[in-house]
């Protein structure tokens, strides 16, 4: 019972921050916002779905520590392809839409 | 209630799908188009992870640590495509 509710739990929230991550990327204006959510909601997401994956094999007769290699796994690679993404992105000068902070108090507007 | 779980995590894993091919086919640029794919390379490996769980079997385990390994190889080509004009220099 514990366990149907801990699986059950891992689940909903993997895959509802997996939805997150694609809403994320689906919306946000610019790309090096964009990619923000994959790699960090997605990932979390994952993590999620790997987890329940593993408690639920754990108690149906099949115990391993597979599913933490791919959790790991993924926690490695996903930062360092996003680094190569942003790398690519500055390369190509994509523009940023981000606005500009404003002034601080005091200054010259003309400035 | 796994039963209730597992379809809810398939609906939500099936529209993460179908909003990151959206943003696939979008674009605007080339960086995108590769996010787009390498998301969609996590949620494929999501949809095998929930595959296995529902129909209790872990052969579809393997089948995700695949997807995961092929979407990074993949993922790095790519962008050092980009990066450099040349997968291997």
Same mark, same amino acid.
């Given at each position: 019972?514990?366990?149907?509710?801990?699986? $059950?739990?891992?689940?909903?929230?993997?895959?509802?921050?997996?939805?997150?991550?694609?809403?994320?990327?689906?919306?946000?204006? +610019?790309?090096?916002?964009?990619?923000?959510? &994959?790699?960090?909601?997605?990932?979390?997401?994952?993590?999620?779905?790997?987890?329940?994956?593993?408690?639920?094999?754990?108690?149906?007769?099949? @115990?391993?520590?597979?599913?933490?290699?791919?959790?790991?796994?993924?926690?490695?690679?996903?930062?360092? $392809?996003?680094?190569?993404?942003?790398?690519?992105?500055?390369?190509?000068?994509?523009? $940023?839409?981000?606005?500009? @902070?404003? &002034?601080?108090?005091?200054?010259?507007? +003309?400035? | 209630?796994?039963?209730?779980? =597992?379809?809810?995590?398939?609906?939500?894993?099936?529209?993460?799908?179908?909003?990151?091919?959206?943003?696939?086919?979008?674009?605007?640029?080339?960086?995108?188009?590769?996010?787009?794919?390498?998301?969609?390379?996590?949620?494929?490996?999501?949809?095998?992870? =929930?595959?296995?769980?529902?129909?209790?079997?872990? *052969?579809?385990?393997?089948?995700?640590?695949?997807?995961? *390994?092929?979407?990074?190889?993949?993922?790095?080509? =790519?962008?050092?495509?980009?990066?450099?004009?040349?997968?291997?220099?």
């Amino acid at each position: 019972m514990i366990v149907e509710a801990a699986v $059950s739990f891992f689940l909903v929230v993997g895959s509802f921050f997996l939805l997150v991550g694609a809403v994320g990327l689906a919306r946000l204006p +610019d790309f090096l916002m964009r990619l923000h959510a &994959p790699t960090k909601a997605s990932t979390l997401g994952i993590g999620g779905l790997l987890l329940a994956s593993l408690v639920w094999f754990a108690t149906h007769g099949l @115990p391993g520590v597979k599913e933490l290699l791919v959790t790991l796994f993924m926690f490695l690679t996903a930062p360092v $392809s996003a680094n190569l993404l942003g790398k690519a992105a500055l390369h190509l000068r994509l523009k $940023s839409r981000a606005p500009l @902070p404003p &002034p601080a108090p005091g200054a010259d507007p +003309d400035a | 209630m796994i039963a209730t779980a =597992l379809a809810v995590s398939f609906v939500f894993v099936a529209i993460a799908l179908a909003i990151t091919f959206w943003r696939l086919l979008r674009g605007p640029d080339a960086p995108d188009r590769i996010l787009a794919l390498d998301t969609l390379y996590i949620n494929a490996a999501a949809i095998a992870v =929930l595959a296995g769980i529902a129909l209790d079997t872990p *052969l579809y385990f393997e089948a995700a640590l695949a997807i995961a *390994l092929m979407g990074f190889v993949g993922t790095v080509a =790519l962008a050092k495509f980009l990066l450099r004009g040349d997968v291997v220099d």
